[in-house]
């Protein structure tokens, strides 16, 4: 044998380039931006469920929240570069960046320069939630599943909140012990073990709370206010049932019987959910989360009702709170000592604003001010950011609300961005009627419910750009199957010429109805006239196509800036004068 058997195929010796190299990090890459959305879910769901802080607080060293927005974040950036698509309209960033460099800019017109880094960080949370929302909320099935995990999350906060009350797990986490009376003779330490459920000293108010943003009883409450319309966007979609398992026969078997009798689905999937949530504004004892279930009932039924009954009906239901004492105690009126405080802040913050008209006395500076907060997310807003940070916050509230408006009003009710849109709608407003008597102009759960609602006019946009370019093909295959269509009604008419009478009266009546059948004529035409009747069905139908995108038009454009900007100035000013007119009455 040859001695340079070892070296027979000295050419096939592997060689290096460059897409073999890159094959594996391209791979990667690919790999992460599929995962884009299924990162997102699982980022709002640490978000607002918080598993580490309560059961592995140690891994909190590592900033696992940071990590898992990062991937998020780059998986959100490859797939926004991929498909071309964003959730929120280019202004709503620009604003955004705005509003963050406001923050910055009130530091630094206060004194403390050094101070305008971490404000930007301290802000960072709710700057991360809106952008990664918006690079990932691009279709309606994106936004209704968020929406389900948003329901699933509050709901599982809420049970473990409860199950911290009465059984006292990690109740000094889930559950706010706040005084009820006057204590200052009570001997300390904890005066009925670790059970809060089993307090009956009336020494104590115990309400339930969250974790991380939620930790505060009213932006628990608040969250929940804005999640309960978010109920029906899942309920009543369940599939139906099919195939031959014992399941689907159940469900036909009682289909008729409950699903139309009570509507069973509402039932399980939002009416229980539904109870639920509003026990747990019951135990966070929040007053504006109250207010914020008054505003949904009173925008849910006020179309149907109109605004006397619905009136008289929110009425009854907040005597019913009273009766309740849904509040723990806490009085609601005018004349009690918290809303005396609050009016005495609003004053206060009308006269930071006075001294500070451009940029406020500073991010989160209102209590260098004056002892209580503003106890109003609008005031604050004005308070400690004067006109220049006002205007993109109130922008952001004013262009998420006509985007959902302008879905509302351009497609029909039974469409599913109609409905999601009307859902959001009501989210957003009982979540800003809490926020009317809570600091919370800067909270996490207000900037991830402006991205949620902003993107369902994205994502209709989309869709209806999708329809457009699949309009062309769908067109050709249609007039391929008419052209095939004439053609052979073409066919049968000649053959009936040649044939018998009464064959030539078949013969013609089938062509008629191959071609009405063909251009959607209700009246079929005799075959020998057929040409005409093609060109006048067609006329019809060009007709009833401009008639429909009259009423429904097909292309949503940028809502107009002078639009906006005029609602956003009417909204700052009517906000403040609204204050004011609150102080001088109290005052009075």
């Known amino acids: 044998m040859n001695a340079n058997t070892d070296t027979k195929y ?9 897409r073999s190299v890159l094959d594996i990090p391209l791979f990667l890459l690919d790999t992460l931006r599929a995962a884009s959305f299924p990162l997102f879910l699982l980022y709002i769901v640490l978000s607002f469920l918080r598993p580490l802080d309560t059961f592995w607080p140690d891994l909190l060293a590592h900033r696992p929240m940071l990590w898992a927005w990062i991937f998020a ?57 809106f952008v990664v929302a918006a690079l990932n909320l691009t279709s309606i099935e994106r936004i209704r599943l968020t929406c389900l995990a948003v329901v699933v999350t509050m709901m599982a906060t809420a049970v473990l909140s409860l199950y911290s009350f009465y059984t006292g797990f990690e109740w000094k986490t889930f559950v706010l012990q706040q005084s009820a009376t006057d204590i200052s003779g009570f001997p300390g330490g904890e005066p009925f073990g670790f059970v809060p459920a089993d307090d009956t000293s009336g020494l104590w108010l115990w309400r339930i709370r969250g974790a991380g943003f939620l930790n505060d009883p009213n932006d628990f409450a608040q969250m929940i206010v804005a999640t309960l319309p978010l109920l029906w966007a899942y309920a009543g979609l369940m599939p139906a049932a099919r195939g031959g398992t014992a399941m689907s026969a159940v469900q036909r078997l009682f289909r008729g019987v409950l699903d139309r009798i009570v509507g069973l689905r509402q039932v399980l999937f939002a009416g229980l959910p539904a109870a639920l949530l509003l026990f747990g504004i019951y135990m966070s004892h929040s007053r504006g989360a109250l207010l914020g279930v008054a505003s949904l009932l009173f925008f849910s039924v006020q179309k149907k009702l109109g605004n006397v009954r619905t009136a008289i009906l929110v009425g009854m239901g907040g005597l019913g709170v009273l009766a309740l004492n849904v509040a723990g105690g806490r009085a609601m009126s005018m004349k009690e000592s918290s809303a005396d405080d609050r009016i005495g802040a609003w004053g206060s913050a009308i006269q930071m604003f006075k001294s500070h008209p451009l940029l406020g006395v500073g991010y989160n500076n209102f209590l ?40 509302i009003d351009n497609r029909p009710e039974g469409d599913e961005h109609y409905r999601i849109a009307v859902l959001l709608r009501s989210a957003l407003l009982g979540y800003l009627t809490c926020a009317w008597f809570l600091s919370r102009s800067y909270s996490t759960g207000l900037f991830f419910l402006l991205a949620l609602c902003c993107s369902v006019s994205m994502s209709l946009r989309y869709q209806l750009a999708d329809e457009r370019r699949a309009a062309p093909i769908a067109a050709a295959r249609a007039r391929r199957g008419a052209a095939k269509s004439a053609a052979a009604a073409d066919a049968m008419a000649n ?42 069905l067609a006329s019809q139908a060009r007709q ?23 609602w956003t100035l009417i909204g700052m000013f009517a906000t403040m ?12």
């Open 10 to 18: 000295p050419s096939e010796a592997p060689r290096w380039n460059v």
């Open 73 to 129: 974040f780059v998986a959100g950036v490859l797939n926004a570069l991929h498909r071309r698509r964003l959730g929120a309209r280019p202004i709503h960033f620009l604003l955004l960046v705005g509003f963050v460099v406001v923050i910055m800019l009130s530091m630094v017109a206060n004194g403390w320069t050094g101070g305008a880094l971490q404000a930007a960080g301290e802000f960072s949370a709710s700057t991360m939630i």
């Open 368 to 407: 260098e001010h004056h002892h209580l907060t503003a106890h109003n997310s609008f005031v604050l807003c004005f308070a400690e950011l004067g006109l220049i940070g006002y205007f993109p916050w109130m922008a952001l509230l004013v262009l998420t609300y006509l985007s959902l408006k302008q879905v």
């Open 495 to 536: 053959a009936a010429a040649s044939a018998t009478p009464s064959a030539n009266t078949t013969a013609a009546s089938a062509a008629a109805t191959t071609i009405a059948t063909t251009f959607g004529d209700e009246e079929p035409r005799h075959a020998s006239t057929h040409p005409l009747a093609r060109a006048e």
């Open 544 to 566: 009833r196509a401009i008639r429909a995108s009259a009423r429904k038009p097909l292309v949503f454009g940028d809502i107009p800036t002078a639009q906006w900007v005029r």
């Open 577 to 588: 004068a609204v204050v004011q007119v609150f102080v001088m009455v109290g005052r009075g």
